[in-house]
T-cell receptor, first 113, second 109 residues
Framework: DAEITQSPRHKITETGRQVTLACHQT?????MFWYRQDLGHGLRLIHYSYGVQDTNKGEVSDGYSVSRSNTEDLPLTLESAASSQTSVYFC????????????FGEGSRLTVL | KNEVEQSPQNLTAQEGEFITINCSYSVGISALHWLQQHPGGGIVSLFM?????KKHGRLIATINIQEKHSSLHITASHPRDSAVYIC???????????WGAGTKLIIKP
């Protein structure tokens, strides 16, 4: 069965370190998204991609970067982790074309100390 | 004012009750999503609507494009339905998803 997976599921790091969260989908979706979820804010879009070599900034992109070298993967990198980036991160794919359904990964809980 | 408003923010009901969660939006859209998130859990897509009505098991979603309003109904509610229900719309202007703040539903046995 097709799926979308995130890793790691839990990560504790220190301020200033570089962190990469992986997202891998086997739906063959062109569209992929990274969100963060914090209490009182709901889901906020960090970056998104509509296809290979395409990346776009979302509403809260500062301090984050993504790359899309193939259809399946959209890794999210925190160049220099800050305590404000402690959050739960969700990757999603789909949302356009076909059924238009969105598929979410199980989330990655990041703590920056 | 948020472009996507959900009501109520919180809802507590007894098992078996008929549940309605509402979503109103102010932009032109091409589609509307309803999603479910269990406490501490992942996010699951329930429905994607562009018109009319869809049904899946005890869940029914309707949308009125003219009134810019959608509802999610749960029939014969059960404690396992307890979750946050989120509405999101795909704006015509840039195809981005605009998210509602979610409705926290608690079903008591």
């Amino acid at each position: 069965d097709a799926e979308i997976t995130q890793s790691p599921r839990h990560k504790i790091t220190e301020t200033g370190r570089q962190v990469t969260l992986a997202c891998h989908q086997t739906w063959n979706h062109n569209n992929m998204f990274w969100y963060r979820q914090d209490l009182g804010h709901g889901l906020r879009l960090i970056h998104y991609s509509y296809g290979v070599q395409d990346t776009n900034k979302g509403e809260v992109s500062d301090g984050y970067s993504v790359s899309r070298s193939n259809t399946e993967d959209l890794p999210l990198t925190l160049e220099s982790a800050a305590s404000s980036q402690t959050s739960v991160y969700f990757c999603a794919s789909g949302g356009q074309g076909g059924t238009g359904e969105l598929f979410f990964g199980e989330g990655s809980r990041l703590t920056v100390l | 004012k948020n472009e996507v408003e959900q009501s109520p923010q919180n809802l507590t009901a007894q098992e078996g009750e008929f549940i309605t969660i509402n979503c109103s939006y102010s932009v032109g859209i091409s589609a509307l999503h309803w999603l479910q998130q269990h406490p501490g859990g992942g996010i699951v897509s329930l429905f994607m609507l562009s018109s009319g009505k869809k049904k899946h098991g005890r869940l029914i979603a309707t949308i009125n494009i003219q009134e810019k309003h959608s509802s999610l109904h749960i029939t014969a509610s059960h404690p396992r339905d307890s979750a946050v229900y989120i509405c999101a719309v795909r704006a015509n202007s840039n195809y981005q998803l605009i998210w509602g703040a979610g409705t926290k539903l608690i079903i008591k046995p």
